[in-house]
């Protein structure tokens, strides 16, 4: 039976992409001389030649091309650094014998599952033998949360994304070039994919001043002329000011009931039509409490239409949503004390 962890001041290795707007970026910031962390990045494990790192993605289940000597390097920072916890993010590259490893020396291994791993494009054969050896498994979604039960996890905890004041906060006013960049009836901020130009089609369609921000819009002629890039910062928070509207939805593939974006736009100060969702009606209430809801292309379309056309009931939302949360409870210093209180 392995030894509990020493009743000592916790200190943690997180192992995650750090850089800023991913969620282990977030958390890096959030860190507190209580709770210090130390940060392994990622994308360290991709490092390599880049022909080989394809054929290793492709053709070995997305294997990242040093995962072995990655995570030894974990295993063995974890076991002489004084750690308490080691938390990863996501597909981490750690295999299951770094994590037995450490479990071994009385660290508490946890995982934050931003991705679900039963979607093709974010699946890795390595990660699955590693998966079941967690401590804990949290998850965004409760979706997944019995598959990861069945898988053998041995401690599944539902845990939603947040929002990080230092980044996500109603912008101050912008000047009048930036006004005229982003001015637009409604905004979308997200990658495109199939399923999401099908949903958008009908809104596309009407007068409205769309503006979608994001990866690979422009790969699709439907969305090829509301194609904005990608905005990061304090262009990200422009794009959000800048609409009237936001839309604020998951992807399907993923089973998302929530994303980071349903917490990150009530804070920047959005008006919102959200995907009618369990998870979404919990955060946010009844419809027209905080938000609009949409179940359908079509009703997207009416609901955005209806807001765009109603300054009172825009500036309402727009408050309550904010006022309910953006508050201490949804931040991501809350999600980085969960993940250490196990």
């Known amino acids: 039976m392995r030894e509990p962890a020493p009743n000592t001041a916790i200190r943690a290795l997180l192992v995650a992409n750090g850089d800023h707007g991913h969620v282990g970026g977030h958390l890096v910031s959030c860190a507190t001389a209580a709770a210090p962390l130390t940060l392994i990045d990622t994308r360290a494990a991709w490092q390599g030649p880049r022909l080989l790192s394809r ?95 069945k898988h053998g996890c ?50 596309l369609a009407t007068r409205l001043r769309c503006h979608l921000y994001g990866g690979y819009w422009d790969n699709f002629a439907a969305t090829r002329a509301y194609a904005r890039g990608i905005v990061l910062d304090r262009d990200y928070r422009l794009a959000v000011s800048g609409a009237r509207v936001n839309i604020c939805m998951g992807r399907l593939a993923n089973r998302d009931g929530h994303a980071m974006r349903s917490y990150e736009l009530p804070a920047m100060g959005a008006a919102l039509v959200v995907e009618d969702t369990s998870e979404h009606r919990a955060m946010f209430g009844a419809d027209e409490a905080t938000v609009l809801y949409y179940q359908t292309a079509e009703n997207l379309a009416a609901q955005v239409t209806r807001l765009c ?27 980085l004390q969960a993940l250490l209180a196990v």
Do not use: M
């Open 309 to 335: 056309s109603d300054e009172a009931l825009r500036t309402r939302l727009a408050s309550a949503v904010r006022e309910r949360v953006a508050t201490g409870e949804n931040t991501y210093a809350a999600r």
């Open 55 to 149: 054929i290793l993605f492709h053709f070995a289940g997305k294997r990242p091309i040093r995962l072995g000597s990655f995570s030894a390097r974990v295993a063995a920072l974890g076991g002489t650094g004084g750690f308490t916890h080691v938390i990863t993010t996501g597909i981490a590259p750690v295999t299951a014998r770094a994590l037995v490893k450490l479990r071994a020396r009385g660290l508490r291994t946890v995982n934050f599952l931003t991705d679900d791993p039963w979607n093709p494009a974010n699946g890795a054969a390595h990660f699955w033998s590693t998966l079941s050896q967690y401590d804990v498994v949290f998850s965004p979604r409760s979706a997944n949360l019995d598959d990861l039960r």
């Open 154 to 203: 041995r401690d599944v905890r539902y845990l939603p994304f947040a929002y990080n004041p230092a980044d996500h906060f109603v912008e101050a006013a912008a000047g009048p070039e930036e006004r005229t960049k982003y001015a637009c009836d409604v905004t979308f901020i997200g990658g495109a994919d199939a399923q999401r130009v099908e949903l958008l089609a009908p809104l």
